[in-house]
């Protein structure tokens, strides 16, 4: 039987993609040579949010700001969380991903997929015979390539979440969001973390600052360089990492969170015709098709910005416009993805969030900027949480007021980022912002309080 869609896959891409084939009214397999469901519910979102919450009930016990309640944080028992996180991945692997795909109708076929020829895909060496195909295998921890690397029993960000106790010391190559989120994870659960990279590299510089100083407060040492070659630290039997300028940082352990490579060995993709770049991400234009025009390809192995809600998004678009000429196909115009607005967060505490352009990607693209900083001191509900660690960046076009993006360091900042897309989404200017309802003690009101420094920077009453 011919199917309308193969999906090589199982993880937001790909249940994204045969979602929609199906409500088109298409026939849809996935194929998935190792555990179901993909990155984020196995060894990405999920896991490492629950670990994340764990570690957070712990420093705060141990450094709330009040102190007319006493409360304690002792010993860490990691083997439990470990398993209390690998239970409820157990739990959603079935019911977001099993159970799904048998409510809406298509098979999960386990089994290695690769490509013969640029119109055939086999399985553990059968055909499966398709009208078209969906490439989204999704991304691994990279392996930076240093010099000394192999010779020490390096972790990533997976295998660091297996550990059944807390390392004494940890030492973390990568300072981007994974390696912020895994080095104040574990400080939090009482390990001493030296950090090596540019702290939030994405970030806007004025939040980067105030997270540095964050890390400073939880006891993270953070090395500003890029790390050399690593070595078996000679006195602490550890592991010891040397950077460009000369510095040394050793460990019990070492983490590595220098980005992410495509899943796609052993694809053949070669064989199939499709092109990958020099990274090895599958190359697709604005459809999700690749250089074989039966050939799709969506979520991280195509490089884009590396989001289960990107994932998703690329997976259903490219499985529409993989079924149009099908039989029963759309005559719609082809889907295509808008990354307007586009939300991000890092879950570190406080949580660094960011929708839209950044005040550097602005000028950029031409754009006569106008920016406010806002200091968690002047929020309300910072005030009320004593814990005013953070701030709020606002980024405006000048010439007509419009919100091009917003950025916080905030408790709850990724809630923020929910109203922060819809502002920039719908073309909201600061007035618009300024004028519009927000909800009193909430850390979401600051965005109405930061908009109505654009009027007057002079102070105003808590709630006025």
Same mark, same amino acid.
Request: glycine share 12%.
């Given at each position: 039987?011919?199917?309308?869609?193969?999906?090589?896959?199982?993880?937001?891409?790909? $249940?994204?993609?045969?979602?929609?084939?199906?409500?088109?009214?298409?026939?849809?397999?996935?194929?998935?040579?190792?555990?179901?469901?993909?990155?984020?519910?196995?060894?990405?979102?999920?896991?490492? %949010?629950?670990?994340?919450?764990?570690?957070?009930?712990?420093? !705060?016990?141990?450094?709330?700001?009040?102190?007319?309640?006493?409360?304690?944080?002792?010993?860490?028992?990691?083997?439990?969380?470990? /398993?209390? %996180?690998?239970?409820?991945?157990?739990?959603?692997?079935?019911? %977001?991903?099993?159970?799904?795909?048998?409510?809406?109708?298509?098979?999960?076929?386990?089994?290695?997929?690769?490509?013969?020829?640029?119109?055939?895909? #086999?399985?553990?060496?059968?055909?499966?015979?398709?009208?078209?195909?969906?490439?989204? #295998?999704?991304?691994?921890?990279?392996?930076?390539?240093?010099?000394?690397?192999?010779?020490?029993?390096?972790?990533?960000?997976?295998?660091? $979440?297996?550990?059944?106790?807390?390392?004494? !010391?940890?030492?973390?190559?990568?300072?981007?969001?994974?390696?912020?989120?895994?080095?104040?994870?574990?400080?939090?659960?009482?390990?001493?973390?030296?950090?090596?990279?540019?702290?939030?590299?994405?970030?806007?510089?004025?939040? /980067?600052?105030?997270?540095?100083?964050?890390?400073?407060?939880?006891?993270?040492?953070?090395?500003?360089?890029?790390?050399?070659?690593?070595?078996?630290?000679?006195?602490?039997?550890?592991?010891?990492?040397?950077?460009?300028?000369?510095?040394?940082?050793?460990?019990?352990?070492?983490?590595?969170?220098?980005?992410? !490579?495509?899943?796609?060995?052993?694809?053949?993709?070669?064989?199939?015709?499709? %092109?990958?770049?020099?990274?090895?991400?599958?190359?697709?234009?604005?459809?999700?098709?690749?250089?074989?025009?039966?050939?799709?390809?969506?979520?991280?192995?195509?490089?884009?910005?590396?989001?289960?809600?990107?994932?998703?998004?690329?997976?259903?678009?490219?499985?529409?416009?993989?079924?149009?000429? #099908?039989?029963?196909?759309?005559?719609?115009?082809?889907?295509?993805?808008?990354?307007?607005?586009?939300?991000?967060?890092?879950?570190?505490?406080?949580?660094?969030? !960011?929708?839209?352009?950044?005040? /550097?990607?602005?000028?950029?693209?031409?754009?006569?900027?106008?920016?406010?900083?806002?200091?968690?001191?002047?929020?309300?509900?910072?005030?009320?949480?004593?814990?005013?660690?953070?701030?709020?960046?606002?980024?405006?076009?000048?010439?007509?007021?419009?919100?091009?993006?917003?950025?916080?360091?905030?408790?709850?900042?990724?809630?923020?980022?929910?109203? /922060?897309?819809?502002?920039?989404?719908?073309?909201?200017?600061?007035?618009?912002?300024?004028?519009?309802?927000?909800?009193?003690?909430? $850390?979401?009101?600051?965005?109405?309080?930061?908009?109505?420094?654009?009027?007057?920077? $002079?102070?105003?009453?808590?709630?006025?």
């Amino acid at each position: 039987m011919t199917v309308d869609l193969a999906v090589i896959g199982s993880g937001g891409a790909a $249940m994204a993609a045969a979602i929609a084939a199906r409500r088109a009214g298409h026939t849809a397999v996935l194929v998935e040579q190792a555990t179901l469901g993909g990155t984020c519910v196995n060894v990405g979102c999920v896991p490492s %949010k629950t670990l994340l919450a764990a570690a957070g009930a712990r420093h !705060s016990a141990a450094s709330h700001p009040f102190p007319g309640v006493r409360t304690g944080a002792d010993g860490v028992d990691l083997e439990a969380l470990v /398993a209390q %996180k690998d239970e409820l991945v157990t739990r959603l692997r079935q019911t %977001k991903y099993a159970d799904v795909a048998a409510a809406h109708g298509f098979e999960i076929r386990h089994g290695t997929a690769r490509f013969t020829d640029p119109d055939t895909l #086999t399985v553990d060496g059968e055909d499966l015979p398709a009208r078209s195909y969906l490439v989204a #295998t999704g991304a691994a921890p990279a392996d930076p390539g240093l010099p000394g690397l192999h010779g020490v029993d390096w972790l990533t960000s997976a295998t660091a $979440m297996e550990l059944t106790a807390v390392p004494e !010391s940890l030492v973390v190559i990568g300072a981007g969001y994974v390696g912020m989120e895994q080095a104040q994870l574990f400080a939090h659960l009482g390990a001493r973390v030296t950090l090596i990279g540019r702290l939030a590299p994405a970030a806007e510089p004025e939040l /980067a600052a105030a997270l540095r100083a964050v890390f400073a407060d939880d006891g993270i040492t953070v090395l500003d360089d890029r790390a050399t070659h690593v070595e078996t630290d000679r006195d602490g039997g550890g592991v010891g990492v040397v950077t460009a300028g000369g510095q040394r940082a050793t460990g019990e352990r070492l983490l590595v969170a220098t980005g992410r !490579s495509p899943r796609t060995e052993g694809l053949n993709l070669g064989a199939a015709g499709v %092109k990958t770049d020099e990274r090895g991400f599958v190359v697709v234009d604005e459809t999700q098709r690749s250089s074989n025009p039966r050939v799709y390809a969506a979520g991280d192995v195509t490089g884009a910005p590396q989001y289960v809600y990107v994932a998703a998004a690329t997976g259903r678009a490219a499985a529409l416009n993989a079924t149009r000429d #099908t039989p029963g196909g759309r005559d719609e115009a082809p889907a295509t993805v808008d990354y307007t607005g586009l939300p991000t967060v890092v879950f570190t505490r406080p949580q660094l969030g !960011s929708a839209g352009l950044t005040e /550097a990607q602005a000028l950029d693209a031409g754009y006569r900027c106008e920016c406010r900083v806002l200091d968690l001191a002047d929020v309300p509900r910072a005030l009320a949480n004593h814990d005013t660690r953070g701030a709020l960046k606002l980024v405006t076009d000048a010439a007509t007021g419009r919100v091009l993006g917003v950025h916080a360091l905030a408790e709850g900042a990724g809630e923020i980022m929910l109203a /922060a897309t819809y502002a920039i989404t719908a073309g909201m200017t600061v007035d618009d912002l300024a004028d519009t309802w927000a909800p009193y003690l909430t $850390m979401a009101e600051s965005l109405r309080i930061l908009a109505g420094q654009f009027r007057d920077q $002079m102070p105003t009453s808590c709630c006025a």
